[in-house]
């Protein structure tokens, strides 16, 4: 790819931007969120037309006009946000559009047995062809993805954060995978924020900024680290998080939220925890350990099997979010585009959709206060742009998740969950929100938090519970712990 242009109304996603693939390489695509990654991979993928610039692909020049045109030649498309129907089965989603038929009638059986192959190559063989996708979890809906696409004689795969949603026994699984398909001379283009999987499957690294190339062909597993972030950023940026208060064995005053014995049957184990105001309380663990379940629970999302929440010392109802909400808790999910935000909707309307009645009188809306007050959250927050009116679905993921935040200080929250927080954001912008974790807690939120990256629980959080299948191995101080404590005792470890 040679000086790719793409303009939309108002905006220059990509100014020049070149892009060089050879066969059987993992070539690593970096940048922050709003670089440009996006929009290139779905050039590459035909899903856009380029204003300027040429593709050529294995020697030839091409135009690719559609998706259709692009999985012909052999290049498919791993998106982050998967593109799948959870209303159809697992092998009506690997072979959606390209059917097993004849004269229009549909050979079930032939196309559940080519998905078992495929499965069982991707070191799946237990997800049934069968099943329905929507009642798998999101690792498994990942396989199908990448079984889909092998499903087609591809020669080039496009992988979007493929690991955002795998456990550690999965990342090595996926680059089993991966390695397995460039000895057989496929390409892979592979984007991550993680910049360890890149030293560890990556061969060559481009890097974008602001929509243009700052450097291509960069070794991926000598170039520093240091060197890369100051690429992507335009500055040099350690891997530090905000100054926290001196650790304390027992944090002083009543907690303000109280979990007793929490507890649902077949997702994790009776769990005692407190988080007092002002204070982080981070919880690590596998894929699967129960962390999002029990956050999910404590607001009320999953209604427990046993024990009880309680907010400043009054018990809430179980399962209810009306309940949690109003005694003052804000969940900010891991999925936040399907079950934080509205995309289609303005900044403005996805930050006061939790308190509207603020904002209307006799069944009629205020607008102009609405408008003001959530741009004064915004604002607090350093949401970029600074356009309430301008649609969720078009800013960066840290920023998404800056409105999230803004809706709960609207709400005027007292308990903050955070579930995976920094999940698809930059390495520049994840700085930024650690530094507003970490204020807002010092204004006297309480703030549980969930993170697959070890890193991040203990970087953040004053304390920290260690899940493994649903137990707590561990509870105290973050101070106590490192990585590989950690991962031992969610590898193999015993209560303690």
């Not at 380029?50 to 998706?67: F, N, Q, Y």
């Not at 079950?339 to 509207?356: D, F, I, P, Y």
């Amino acid at each position: 790819m040679d000086g790719i242009v793409k303009t939309f109304p108002g905006v220059r996603a990509l100014d020049g931007v070149d892009l060089e693939v050879a066969a059987g390489e993992v070539h690593c695509l970096l940048g922050q969120n709003g670089a440009g990654k996006s929009t290139l991979i779905k050039v590459l993928a035909g899903a856009h037309r380029p204003d300027a610039g040429t593709i050529h692909w294995r020697g030839e020049p091409v135009t690719l006009a559609s998706p259709i045109a692009a999985m012909r030649l052999g290049i498919a498309t791993i998106y982050q946000e998967l593109d799948l129907v959870d209303g159809l089965s697992v092998a009506e989603n690997v072979f959606l559009g390209h059917e097993f038929a004849t004269v229009g009638v549909l050979h079930p059986g032939r196309a559940q047995a080519a998905t078992a192959e495929l499965l069982a190559r991707l070191g799946h063989p237990e997800i049934s062809p069968s099943r329905p996708l929507g009642e798998l979890p999101a690792a498994a809906k990942q396989v199908v993805s990448m079984a889909r696409a092998l499903s087609h004689d591809v020669r080039l795969i496009v992988m979007d954060e493929p690991s955002a949603v795998l456990d550690h026994d999965e990342v090595d699984n996926l680059f089993r995978i991966v390695s397995d398909l460039t000895a057989d001379g496929v390409s892979v283009v592979y984007i991550s924020h993680r910049l360890e999987e890149i030293r560890r499957i990556g061969d060559r690294v481009t890097v974008l900024k602001d929509g243009r190339t700052a450097a291509r062909g960069l070794p991926a597993r000598t170039t520093p680290t240091r060197d890369v972030v100051a690429l992507m950023t335009g500055r040099s940026v350690e891997y530090v998080f905000p100054e926290r208060p001196e650790a304390q064995a027992q944090p002083a005053g009543e907690p303000v939220l109280r979990v007793e014995g929490l507890a649902r049957e077949g997702e994790f184990a009776p769990v005692d925890l407190d988080v007092h105001p002002g204070e982080i309380v981070g919880l690590a663990g596998l894929v699967g350990s129960g962390r999002t379940e029990i956050l999910e629970t404590i607001y009320g999302a999953r209604r427990p099997t046993a024990g009880r929440v309680l907010v400043d010392g009054r018990p809430l109802r179980p399962g209810s979010v009306q309940a949690a909400v109003r005694a003052g808790l804000g969940l900010a999910p891991e999925e936040r585009k399907t079950q934080g935000l509205l995309m289609l909707e303005s900044v403005t309307r996805n930050v006061s959709l939790s308190c509207l009645n603020r904002f209307s009188r006799a069944g009629w809306l205020d607008s102009r206060r609405e408008r003001e007050a959530a741009r004064a959250r915004t604002r607090e927050l350093s949401l970029h742009p600074d356009d309430p009116d301008r649609p969720v679905r078009t800013l960066s993921g840290g920023n998404q998740q800056k409105a999230v935040l803004a809706r709960w200080l609207l709400r005027g929250c007292r308990v903050l969950l955070l579930d995976e927080p920094t999940r698809g954001v930059d390495v520049g912008a994840r700085a930024e929100l650690y530094a507003v974790i970490r204020r807002l807690a010092d204004e006297g939120l309480a703030v549980l938090l969930v993170s697959s990256e070890v890193p991040e629980v203990l970087g953040l959080a004053d304390r920290v519970l260690v899940l493994r299948e649903g137990r707590t191995v561990h509870q105290g101080p973050a101070t106590e712990l490192d990585e590989h404590r950690v991962l031992d005792l969610v590898m193999e470890g015993s209560p303690s």
